[in-house]
């Protein structure tokens, strides 16, 4: 009996060190080209002036630029495919604010708010002060021709 607990626990021990080797894994892939940072995201946020603009909502993940997109992965996600794919001509921006009530509890300590429209979507991005400033050149960066709008 004891030796079928043991067992068990060992086993449980094992998966969970496996699932946490995973994590790491699938981080390591997505950096492997390069151009990541670290950004949260809330799709389908809410206007100014919402009376439902609370923190919630918020998923934490690591962006990585492709060509003229960016793909946004989830943190605690095993799926080797972006969550959600923002194409550059796409994107305008709205506005940028600092966290305020429950979202700095949400969010990382030194993050900023972005808010943006994608495809008549609303979203805030939330990043560090480094990865907003490379965003916004990014955007600025696009191709002769291509309208970009950065507030």
Known sequence: MVLVLVLCVAAVV??????????????????????????SLRWGAPGPGDPDASGKGWGYGVARYNGDRVEWFR?????????????????????????????????????????????????????????LTGFLAWLEAAPPGQRVNVA
């Not at 998966?15 to 950004?39: A, E, K, N, P």
């Not at 709205?94 to 993050?111: F, I």
């Open 14 to 39: 094992v998966l969970v060190l496996l699932g946490l080797f995973g994590f790491g894994l699938r981080r390591r892939l997505i950096q492997r080209s390069g151009g990541t940072f670290d950004c």
């Open 75 to 131: 943190v605690f996600s095993y799926s080797p495919r972006p969550r959600r794919i923002l194409e550059r001509a796409a994107i305008q921006v709205t506005g940028r604010r600092a966290p305020d009530g429950e979202e700095e509890l949400a969010l990382l300590s030194d993050a900023i708010v972005l808010s943006c429209v994608h495809r008549d979507t609303r979203l805030e991005l939330a990043m560090s002060e480094d990865a």
